[in-house]
């Protein structure tokens, strides 16, 4: 009989040229991480597994699962989750808020700016061809009186730590971000899996993301409503993110509702139930701007509802987030973020951007394509890892081609020097054990009555090893992310 | 509830039942043919396509397949995806319909209907079905009743509860008499003393075993088969879960369970039909129905149970809005920006 040898995860753990989330360059444990390992490494290698094996049934049991675009099967798959998680001290996270809250405020006034005065333009702080040129700015709107002024309600901005372990902000997501219900269901499973470390406290709680997010949703209902009935408005079953949608939607208690349950009637919203016709008065769209309303965007489309937009300029229906904030994730609109937070709030952004070129200047464009070995290229309007060069990595073929397309469209893309995103010991496998694997961080920000944000957020790490695309369509998966009341 | 969700869980309902009905009908018939001697070709044509006739497919039937046997129409009715009647077609649209609904059903429903339609379209299913057509069957009756108990065991008494119950009562009411009227060519006529042969007495007792009557009906009748007592306990009897009677008892109080409308009264055309043919079932005998012919009088039930059908979608699903006519001007208008804001659309 052989006593069970306890976990040494990090025996032969090699940090790398890299920022390390959890070792520091000298090899020690950072101090917010010291309390979680001595839970961890009490465990033995059996337990370990048996838990890894508890948590991934248990999400595939209860459906939390993503579809497989272009997959006729409709195969859904489960997220993969790594067990160990990201762990964020007090003192980190405040500058995380303060950054965050500064740039969607920032990002509020300069959309109302846009779709009103456009002083910004005047003033020759943004030359107005970008905004014009934008794919998802939408003229339509411009003198358009949106509720409380707020464009962006839910924001998910991408942060990343580069090789000093500075926290950058990748892009802004500002039109319908997802993962948070990924955010909700792991703590779940965590807290199922590491029950004693959160009774020994220091973890701050998330689960009030949806009560949060239903005042957001009501404080913007259209004025004079006392109690505005809120419904989610989903693509249908088939889209990446239903899972999302019913979680949301149950988590708040709302209707979940589909393009055709809605109609509009004197410029009002209604559901059809099977007691008449039910007035709607705020609508949570995970719906692109494109697809709401048949009438003004595109016509072919099938998922919206024909006439919302009218009952939304009346005043009658609100909607969240409003329309045209894709303006605001635009990889080109992205170079300007530090000078259009300048320009509102007078003050130096918190959070800086990566370093960007924007192939349209002629300087930037002659240093990209010269230098796309050293490069990400990006599409200005492209997310979910779509449409993305990373030259280092990339063929001479591929590099040609980009080249070809940024000579054709110089708009459309900008470069970024890669950046060594910072890594996190991750299980891989049991060849491997625990190697450092790319992260990034993205939280989710509120923005109703005054900013919030739940502490944690969606960390997602690139489980191909080198590789640095974490998203859920490309091979990624997610970990857990506590946020300390303390430092340690 | 929104429409579209009491839909789905109607539909949802409706096909689990079908299923599950189907089942039976083709498993007691291919059983009978065990009974059988010289079978050629036009006792079997005899023999099947009544049961073919019951789910109103047969011309489909006959351009798909050359030959009508056991094999033939085991196939269409069980497997082939373009019989929309089949039983993998509804155990397919079921989920489909549970899967719009997914997050108002209880994952253990959801589950069982999942597992159920993975079975049916494996290749173990058609293995199964050739090696023992018995095992098979009654893996779809299993799973059927175990959907039904799911259901009655999980889901909460509410407004979807009752949009599944009339899903249910509807489609069982129309499928016993769909059932019975495959033997209605066999019935003597009236008055007539002709005495029932053999074949017709295995006819009839099979009748009762598709609508899993057969152990109640002896009770009752004793275990001689007289067809006019069949008829008699499948259509009009009270208490026997899957006669008509029953089915539209329970079909005319969910209805009233949804509006809240007390019994006696009605407050939409589903109610009204819905209470009018019960009270024909309980004020009718046997003889009544014979008078008119007992195909002809299934053929009018049927015509009833579409209507109230038509009339249940037309009440909670299909609501046209109510517009007054001085609204009608301002719709226009609205129309009229609408224009004005394609047109600056085009303009990009």
Same mark, same amino acid.
């Given at each position: 009989m052989t006593t069970p040898q306890p976990l040494d995860p990090f025996k032969n753990y090699e940090t790398g040229a890299f920022y390390d989330e959890m070792v520091d360059s000298s090899g020690a444990i950072r101090p917010h991480y010291q309390q979680f390992l001595k839970h961890f490494t009490g465990l033995s290698p059996e337990e370990f597994a048996a838990k890894r094996t508890a948590v991934d049934l248990s999400f595939l049991r209860q459906g939390v699962t993503f579809n497989v675009y272009g997959d006729s099967q409709g195969t859904e798959r489960i997220f993969p989750f790594d067990l160990i998680p990201r762990i964020i001290p007090a003192q980190e996270w405040e500058h995380l808020e303060a950054g965050l809250i500064q740039r969607i405020t920032a990002l509020n006034l300069f959309l109302h700016d846009i779709y009103h005065n456009q002083n910004i333009i005047k003033d020759g702080t943004i030359p107005a061809h970008y905004v014009m040129s934008a794919k998802h700015f939408r003229r339509e709107f411009m003198n358009v009186k949106v509720p409380r002024d707020i464009y962006i309600h839910i924001c998910g901005t991408d942060i990343i730590r580069d090789d000093k372990g500075e926290y950058l902000v990748l892009e802004d997501n500002a039109r319908c971000p997802s993962g948070v219900s990924y955010v909700l269901e792991n703590r779940r499973a965590l807290k199922r899996t590491f029950p004693e470390v959160f009774e020994a406290g220091g973890v701050r709680p998330v689960s009030n993301y949806s009560e949060e997010l239903l005042k957001v949703l009501e404080y913007t209902a259209p004025l004079g409503v006392a109690e505005p009935t809120v419904v989610l408005l989903t693509p249908?079953?088939?889209?990446?993110?239903y899972f999302e949608h019913t979680y949301l939607a149950r988590q708040m208690g709302i209707e979940i509702v589909e393009g055709r349950d809605l109609l509009v009637r004197d410029q009002h919203v209604f559901m059809r139930t099977t007691k008449g016709l039910k007035p709607v008065h705020v609508i949570y769209r995970r719906i692109d701007d494109d697809f709401l309303d048949p009438t003004v965007f595109r016509r072919d489309s099938a998922l919206g509802v024909p006439g919302l937009i009218n009952a939304y300029r009346a005043g009658n229906v609100s909607l969240?987030?409003?329309?045209?904030?894709?303006l605001a994730d635009d990889k080109v609109m992205y170079y300007f973020v530090p000078r259009i937070i300048k320009y509102y709030l007078d003050q130096d952004p918190i959070l800086p951007n990566v370093q960007t070129y924007l192939a349209s200047e002629e300087a930037d464009k002659k240093y990209m394509v010269e230098n796309l070995d050293k490069l990400v290229v990006k599409a200005a309007n492209e997310a979910g890892g779509y449409g993305m060069l990373m030259g280092p990595h990339a063929t001479q073929a591929e590099r040609n081609e980009f080249r070809k397309r940024i000579e054709a469209d110089p708009r459309n893309y900008i470069g970024q020097p890669m950046i060594s995103l910072s890594r996190h010991p991750t299980y891989c496998g049991e060849a491997e054990g625990f190697a450092g694997r790319h992260v990034d961080l993205r939280p989710f920000i509120l923005y109703g009555e005054k900013a919030a944000i739940i502490p944690g957020g969606l960390t997602r790490v690139a489980l191909r090893k080198g590789s640095l695309v974490v998203n859920s369509s490309q091979g990624g998966g997610s970990k857990e992310t506590w946020v300390l009341y303390g430092n340690k | 509830m929104l429409s579209r969700v009491a839909n789905s869980l109607y539909w949802m309902s409706r096909y689990i039942e079908r299923a599950e009905n189907i089942a039976r009908l083709v498993d007691v018939n291919l059983q009978m043919? $065990? &009974?059988?001697?010289? $079978? &050629?070709d036009a006792t079997l044509n005899a023999h099947w396509i009544p049961v073919v006739q019951s789910s109103g497919d047969e011309e489909l039937f006959r351009k798909l397949y050359p030959r009508t046997t056991g094999q033939s129409v085991t196939d269409f009715m069980v497997f082939n995806p373009s019989n929309t009647n089949s039983i993998c077609s509804s155990i397919g649209q079921a989920r489909e319909n549970a899967r719009m609904v997914r997050d108002q059903i209880t994952a253990e429903l959801w589950e069982e209907i999942n597992r159920i339609y993975l079975f049916v379209n494996s290749p173990r299913a058609k293995k199964e079905w050739r090696e023992s057509p018995f095992d098979f069957f009654s893996t779809i009756k299993s799973s059927s009743l175990l959907l039904q108990g799911l259901t009655d065991a999980t889901i909460v008494r509410s407004e979807g509860w009752f949009f599944i119950q009339c899903g249910r009562f509807l489609e069982r009411a129309d499928k016993t008499s769909r059932i019975l009227d495959v033997r209605s060519a066999s019935l003597p006529e009236q008055g007539s003393q002709t005495v029932i042969n053999q074949t017709d007495v295995l006819g009839w007792s099979a009748v009762l075993r598709s609508c899993s009557a057969w152990d109640a009906y002896k009770a009752l009748n004793g275990a001689e088969v007289q067809p006019a007592l069949v008829a008699e306990f499948l259509l009009l009897t009270d208490d026997f879960p899957r006669s008509v009677r029953f089915a539209v008892r329970h079909l005319n109080t969910v209805l009233r369970r949804i509006s809240g409308i007390r019994e006696g009264?009605?407050?939409?055309e589903a109610e009204k039909l819905a209470g009018r043919l019960l009270a024909e079932l309980q004020f009718s005998s046997v003889d009544d129905i014979l008078a008119v012919g007992l195909h002809n009088y299934i053929d009018l039930l049927q015509g009833k149970l579409n209507a109230i059908g038509e009339a249940l979608f037309q009440a909670y699903i299909f609501q046209p809005f109510q517009t007054p006519d001085d609204n009608e001007l301002r719709q226009q208008e609205e129309q009229q920006q609408q224009l004005s804001i394609i047109r600056t659309v085009g303009l990009r």
């Open positions: 249908g079953p088939y889209n990446s993110a969240a987030n409003s329309i045209g904030t894709g | 043919l $065990l &009974d059988f001697r010289n $079978l &050629d009264r009605f407050g939409n």
